[in-house]
Nanobody
Framework: QVQLVESGGGSVQAGGSLRLSCTAPRHIAWSAAMGWYRQAPGKERELVATITSGGTTRYSGAVEGRFTISRDNAKNTAYLQMENLKPEDTAVYYC????????????WGQGTQVTVSS
């Protein structure tokens, strides 16, 4: 079973910052998009941000301008820098690695809790 190594997260006050990281095995990260989704209690999982192996990024409207996704292909690691956090950002954040070319895969991390207090 493929394991993604997630780190970061925790509890901060509104306006604070956190950084998430996600490391994948090399053969999983290669030519794959990496990113984060989040799920708040009682809500469906939603896109936060993704980045392709070529560096193309995509953000949800709720986080654009506050969050920055990046990746280090040499380390097979993606980062999510979260600034100006709001209570509505509170959720479990899941790393995702997805390759749409053969061999395809869609791998999820175990999730990390982010809690923002007002």
């Amino acid at each position: 079973q493929v394991q993604l190594v997630e780190s970061g997260g925790g509890s901060v006050q509104a306006g604070g910052s956190l950084r998430l990281s996600c490391t994948a095995p090399r053969h999983i990260a290669w030519s794959a998009a990496m990113g984060w989704y989040r799920q708040a209690p009682g809500k469906e999982r939603e896109l936060v941000a993704t980045i392709t192996s070529g560096g193309t990024t995509r953000y949800s409207g709720a986080v654009e301008g506050r969050f920055t996704i990046s990746r280090d292909n040499a380390k097979n690691t993606a980062y999510l820098q979260m600034e100006n956090l709001k209570p509505e950002d509170t959720a479990v954040y899941y790393c995702n690695v997805r390759r749409t070319v053969t061999p395809t895969h869609n791998v999820w991390g175990q999730g990390t809790q982010v809690t923002v207090s007002s």
